[in-house]
């Protein structure tokens, strides 16, 4: 059994810049992030190979957000830079069964909120 814990969220001004943590226990898998704004369907945000090496990122976030991983601490990160207010959602981490060119999220995280002022 896989567990995915996440953390990092917050509260923080347009332009400025979080780091999500995902916890993952249960080996090493292709992970990726999602974010649930409210009443608004959950959407792909990031996900990143088993290896590390492989990357894939939502139109919406690339060249601002980079996912990466620490295989020492069994973690995965998400880096978000120039954060704007439509980035404001519940960011949830999952891991992947299946190949990364076509994953199963099959465990999930509790999610963390991060909410962006303008």
């Known amino acids: 059994q896989v567990k995915v814990v996440e953390s990092g969220g917050g509260l923080v001004q347009a332009g400025g810049s979080l780091r999500l943590s995902c916890a993952a226990s249960?080996?090493?898998?292709?992970m990726a992030w999602f974010r649930q704004a409210p009443g608004k369907e959950r959407k792909f945000v990031a996900r990143?190979?088993?290896?590390?090496?492989?990357?894939d990122y939502a139109d919406s976030v690339k060249d601002r957000f980079t996912i990466a991983r620490d295989s020492a601490k069994n973690t995965v990160y998400l880096q978000m830079n120039s954060l704007k207010p439509e980035d404001t959602a519940v960011y949830y981490c999952?891991?992947?069964?299946?190949?990364?060119?076509?994953?199963?999220?099959?465990?999930w995280g509790q999610g963390t909120q991060v909410t962006v002022s303008s």
């Open positions: 999952a891991a992947a069964e299946g190949s990364f060119s076509v994953p199963v999220y099959r465990y």
């Open positions: 249960g080996g090493t898998l292709t």
């Open positions: 990143l190979s088993r290896n590390g090496v492989g990357t």
